[in-house]
């Protein structure tokens, strides 16, 4: 990309993607996602403009949404699309999605088996025409020397034998997206969220604009969240916070109770205690 060039984004979106985008002096047309999803019209009136696309389709971070077979099928952006599939293996609900490629053969999919095996195994992926692969195998080189062989290896392994879909790990992160659900419903009941598809995030909203405030307040309650600020442009999303259901139940109710705490002290401006349940 050149300086000025414009890249689409779902907004929100994966904050080290804007920063990425931002640090390559990249100009970012932000489509909102709707609370159905995806406006496929919208998305392809600012590809018109965009020299790149950057989507997350697939259980959404930090939504959890899934974009619709029905979508997918009439999306076609006229620009250079990159897809990102790191969440695709972690559907809850549903069987996991087909590829945003099939129906838009140009696209450049992305990955990580990071998320669906095992966090240590930082080890991604790209699928796009070979052309572009050559292309990137070039640039590897300035920003690193190259992933450690046996971890790459061992993803091939994983990814060639399909195993990267874990009916264990699945059904675990099913449970604790529940529990950390029921948990916002009793301790946050005026907390607005919808249950995610899949993934790894829920995406809620206070009634009020508190969310940055309530993130820098929070760690003295042994909780560290994520403001809606970092997933977004111009001070988007100053309401919402993401919660990863990452932890067992048991700490994610104690965690949520912990931040409701965080938010009665905020709007009492007093100070808490803490309590020592981290939500990272």
Same mark, same amino acid.
């Given at each position: 990309?050149?300086?000025?060039?414009?890249?689409?984004?779902?907004?929100?979106?994966?904050?080290?993607?804007?920063?990425?985008?931002?640090?390559?002096?990249?100009?970012? #047309?932000?489509?909102?996602?709707?609370?159905?999803?995806?406006?496929?019209?919208? #998305?392809?009136?600012?590809?018109?403009? !965009?020299?790149?696309?950057?989507?997350?389709?697939?259980?959404?971070?930090?939504?959890?949404?899934?974009?619709?077979?029905?979508?997918?099928?009439?999306?076609?952006?006229?620009?250079?699309?990159?897809?990102?599939?790191?969440?695709?293996?972690?559907?809850?609900?549903?069987?996991?999605?087909?590829?945003? !490629?099939?129906?838009?053969?140009?696209?450049?999919?992305?990955?990580?088996?990071?998320?669906?095996?095992?966090?240590?195994?930082?080890?991604?992926?790209?699928?796009?025409?070979?052309?572009?692969?050559?292309?990137?195998?070039?640039?590897?080189?300035?920003?690193?020397?190259?992933?450690?062989?046996?971890?790459?290896?061992a993803t091939a392994v994983l990814l060639n034998d399909r195993r990267t879909r874990?009916?264990?790990?699945?059904?675990?992160?099913?449970?604790?997206?529940?529990?950390?659900?029921?948990?916002?419903?009793?301790?946050?009941?005026?907390?607005?969220?919808?249950?995610?598809?899949?993934?790894?995030?829920?995406?809620?909203?206070?009634?009020?604009?508190?969310?940055?405030? #309530?993130?820098?307040?929070?760690?003295?309650?042994?909780?560290?969240?994520?403001?809606?600020?970092?997933?977004?442009?111009?001070?988007?999303?100053?309401?919402?916070?993401?919660?990863?259901y990452t932890l067992p139940s048991e700490r994610l109710t104690t965690a949520v109770?912990a931040l409701a705490d965080a938010e009665q002290a905020l709007r009492r401006g007093?100070?808490?205690?803490?309590?020592?349940?981290? #939500?990272?």
């Amino acid at each position: 990309m050149s300086p000025r060039d414009k890249v689409l984004i779902d907004h929100p979106t994966y904050p080290h993607a804007i920063t990425t985008f931002t640090q390559a002096r990249a100009r970012l #047309l932000p489509v909102a996602l709707t609370p159905s999803g995806w406006d496929a019209e919208q #998305l392809r009136a600012a590809g018109r403009t !965009a020299q790149l696309a950057y989507l997350i389709p697939d259980f959404h971070n930090p939504t959890g949404m899934c974009m619709p077979s029905s979508v997918r099928e009439r999306l076609a952006l006229p620009c250079v699309t990159v897809v990102d599939e790191t969440m695709t293996d972690l559907a809850l609900d549903a069987p996991s999605p087909e590829p945003l !490629a099939a129906h838009l053969p140009a696209a450049i999919s992305v990955g990580s088996v990071s998320k669906s095996i095992w966090g240590g195994l930082r080890t991604g992926w790209i699928r796009a025409a070979p052309a572009v692969l050559e292309r990137v195998a070039r640039a590897r080189p300035t920003t690193d020397l190259g992933t450690p062989v046996v971890e790459q290896l061992a993803t091939a392994v994983l990814l060639n034998d399909r195993r990267t879909r874990r009916t264990d790990t699945l059904g675990r992160l099913r449970e604790q997206r529940d529990a950390l659900r029921r948990a916002l419903t009793a301790y946050l009941p005026d907390v607005h969220f919808t249950c995610p598809e899949g993934g790894l995030t829920l995406w809620a909203a206070f009634p009020d604009a508190i969310s940055s405030r #309530l993130a820098a307040i929070a760690p003295d309650f042994g909780v560290t969240i994520a403001a809606g600020p970092r997933f977004g442009i111009g001070g988007a999303f100053a309401r919402h916070i993401r919660l990863p259901y990452t932890l067992p139940s048991e700490r994610l109710t104690t965690a949520v109770r912990a931040l409701a705490d965080a938010e009665q002290a905020l709007r009492r401006g007093t100070t808490g205690t803490h309590v020592p349940a981290p #939500l990272a």
